[in-house]
């Protein structure tokens, strides 16, 4: 069976994305996916019912769309994603790394969440689409997935991915400050009368451009390796493109 390329956890303007469900919807068709689930958040003060359901059943794509929401676990910090099908509903443990959490504390919530009654069937191995391989492990039992948690659009040259951390090595200000000012040193040349006497307010474009490139992320420091694309039952796979 061919994988099909898609993003199971993506935000609209009906909670605190900044794109409407038709714009996000476009945005992936421009990317080349095949499938779509709408997860706003289920306590949102933007969240309408049934507006929000009504909206996400009439969208016309040539992708498969998918109505879901991404629920908070009541007794502590912890979002669900809860995706529906025609005949099923898909549970997701969502974004593990953003809490920290180990493998251990992992699977105690896991347990708690399922005897609440939210049968959990997959996990996010990443946080808003950047791989977190602690999680990618057998020693949880549940399916691995790949999402976007899309927010905003990315517009760097890579395609929506997103943003990397400061530490990682592959982040923009570890591996391109050299090469950048080299590239630029002739475009922003300064004149050989310059000082920082006669122009004390004049300011080097290197920061200014390393700080649009931390904002936007990298072409490649976001991508995910095709490892990534996990299918949970023959159902499901995702790959994180957008941010």
Request: charged letters at 30%.
């Given at each position: 069976?061919?994988?099909?390329?898609?993003n199971?956890?993506?935000h609209?303007?009906?909670?605190?994305g900044?794109?409407?469900?038709?714009?996000?919807?476009?945005?992936?068709?421009e990317?080349?996916?095949?499938?779509?689930?709408?997860?706003?958040?289920?306590?949102?003060?933007?969240?309408?019912?049934?507006?929000?359901?009504?909206?996400?059943?009439?969208?016309?794509?040539?992708?498969?769309?998918?109505?879901?929401?991404?629920?908070?676990?009541?007794?502590?910090?912890?979002?669900?994603?809860?995706?529906?099908?025609?005949?099923?509903?898909?549970?997701?443990?969502?974004?593990?790394?953003?809490?920290?959490?180990?493998?251990?504390?992992?699977?105690?919530?896991?347990?708690?969440?399922?005897?609440?009654?939210?049968?959990?069937?997959?996990?996010?191995?990443?946080?808003?689409?950047?791989?977190?391989?602690?999680?990618d492990?057998?020693?949880?039992?549940?399916?691995?997935?790949a999402?976007?948690?899309?927010?905003?659009?990315?517009?760097?040259?890579?395609?929506?991915?997103?943003?990397?951390?400061?530490?990682?090595?592959?982040?923009?200000?570890?591996?391109?400050?050299?090469?950048?000012?080299e590239?630029?040193a002739?475009?922003?040349?300064?004149?050989?009368?310059?000082?920082?006497?006669?122009?004390?307010?004049?300011?080097?474009?290197?920061?200014?451009?390393?700080?649009?490139?931390?904002?936007?992320?990298?072409?490649?420091?976001?991508?995910?390796?095709?490892?990534?694309?996990?299918q949970?039952?023959?159902?499901?796979?995702?790959?994180?493109e957008?941010?």
């Amino acid at each position: 069976m061919a994988l099909l390329k898609g993003n199971l956890h993506a935000h609209t303007t009906f909670s605190d994305g900044i794109r409407t469900p038709s714009g996000l919807v476009a945005e992936y068709e421009e990317r080349g996916y095949d499938f779509l689930a709408v997860t706003d958040h289920f306590d949102h003060d933007n969240l309408v019912h049934p507006e929000y359901e009504e909206t996400i059943a009439a969208l016309d794509s040539r992708l498969l769309i998918f109505r879901g929401i991404e629920l908070g676990y009541g007794r502590f910090d912890q979002h669900v994603g809860r995706v529906h099908g025609d005949t099923e509903t898909l549970y997701i443990l969502n974004h593990p790394a953003r809490y920290r959490l180990t493998v251990a504390e992992t699977l105690d919530r896991m347990r708690e969440i399922r005897r609440a009654g939210w049968p959990l069937e997959a996990m996010e191995i990443t946080d808003t689409g950047m791989y977190r391989p602690l999680y990618d492990t057998e020693a949880i039992p549940l399916a691995k997935i790949a999402t976007d948690d899309a927010h905003r659009p990315r517009l760097d040259r890579g395609g929506g991915v997103a943003r990397p951390r400061r530490d990682h090595p592959r982040h923009p200000r570890r591996r391109l400050p050299r090469r950048l000012r080299e590239a630029l040193a002739s475009r922003f040349r300064r004149p050989a009368s310059w000082s920082r006497q006669s122009a004390p307010r004049l300011r080097s474009p290197v920061p200014r451009t390393l700080r649009k490139i931390r904002r936007f992320g990298s072409g490649t420091a976001g991508a995910l390796p095709p490892a990534l694309l996990h299918q949970s039952n023959g159902r499901f796979c995702s790959q994180g493109e957008i941010g």
